[in-house]
């Protein structure tokens, strides 16, 4: 007898995602157009940009893409689940197609792809969280390093959000997080909610390996480095407009910037991101003309290049799918 969670409802899912992503991406695409490239974009200062440079900056930020990937493919190898590497890269870049939904919720199609290479969706999705919670961490860190070097805050302020950081862990390592779920299993009269409770239970498993100590900081760390490269894009595009600032303030930018956009659940952090950066380069005494060019053009080589290189490899993840 097929599984509502686990055979009925991907299909159904997948379906109306295969049907359409062509419309949902145009329409993130004209979206994200829409805020990035605004009337307080000097053209003569984004005209001055060498291709070479920005060439640079995608590349960056292909690079960012191969270095989250690594970390994505080692923790599945640790879970078991040995994957043909190519095909597993096209795979997680696939997801990339849907990184403008909120939360980047989207990026949870690799699970509909992985579950024919048999991996259960209990895994992959246990994996997306873990996923984006170190990336989370990953930008946190950089927002209180930054935060400690401007003297904005104190030593004990930012030990005190490194423990908040830490909490999440704590509960879901938790002995009593799965007698939560069977508890409230036995008690559900309606066999949906208990599948539904199943399904939660099996992740927060998946998430018990996954946040293991020593797991946790490798891939805060690997998350780290990975954000670092996109941060580094907008330090080289300052430098190049005459408005230099320190690697560490254009880490600050970017984590700040990132993290108010992840928590409006704008799509992709549109005009919240781009905000929150214009007012952080304010106070670092960037003029606004040149702080409104490097912020867009940084959007553009990292957010929308993650779009195009997701959407051709949906597409050819897609014709495997159809293929197999």
């Known amino acids: 007898m097929k599984s509502f969670f686990t055979d009925i409802l991907p299909s159904l899912i997948y379906g109306v995602i295969r049907s359409s992503k062509f419309w949902i991406l145009m329409v993130f695409f ?24 920005f060439f640079l900056l995608c590349s960056m930020t292909f690079l ?15 879970a078991g689940h040995r994957l043909p590497l190519l095909w597993h890269f096209n795979c997680y870049l696939s997801g990339l197609a849907f990184t403008a939904t909120p939360g980047k919720a989207g990026e949870t199609i690799r699970s509909f792809f992985l579950v024919s290479r048999g991996v259960p969706h209990a895994d992959s999705l246990g994996l997306f969280i873990c996923d984006r919670f170190c990336d989370l961490v990953s930008l946190a860190l950089w927002c209180l390093i930054f935060l400690l070097v401007q003297s904005l805050i104190s030593v004990v302020v930012a030990l005190s959000g490194v423990l908040v950081l830490i909490a999440p862990i704590v509960i879901v390592r938790s002995p009593l997080t799965g007698y939560f779920f069977d508890y409230c299993a036995a008690k559900s009269n309606r066999r949906l909610m208990r ?38 894009e907008l330090k080289l595009v300052l430098t190049h407009y005459g408005s230099g600032i320190s690697f560490v303030d254009s880490m600050g930018v970017t984590s700040i910037g990132l ?30 003309d040149i702080g409104h060019v490097a912020i867009a053009i940084t959007r553009i080589s990292s957010l929308w290049l993650a779009m195009v290189v997701g959407g051709v490899a949906l597409c050819l993840v897609n014709w495997r799918y159809k293929s197999d």
């Open 30 to 53: 004209s979206y994200i157009a829409w805020f990035t490239i605004d009337e307080n974009i000097n053209v003569e200062i984004l005209s001055d940009l060498p291709v070479s440079l």
């Open 64 to 78: 960012s893409f191969i270095i989250r990937f690594l970390r994505w493919h080692i923790l599945l190898v640790l």
């Open 259 to 288: 993290i108010a956009g992840a928590a409006s659940f704008v799509p992709a952090g549109l005009g919240v991101n781009e905000f929150v950066q214009s007012r952080v380069l304010e106070m670092l005494s960037v003029e606004s």
């Open 195 to 232: 599948k539904l409770l199943d399904l939660l239970k099996r992740m927060s498993e998946a998430l018990h390996f996954y946040f293991n100590p020593l797991r946790f900081i490798w891939c805060s760390g690997v998350g780290m480095i990975s954000w670092s490269l996109i941060g580094l």
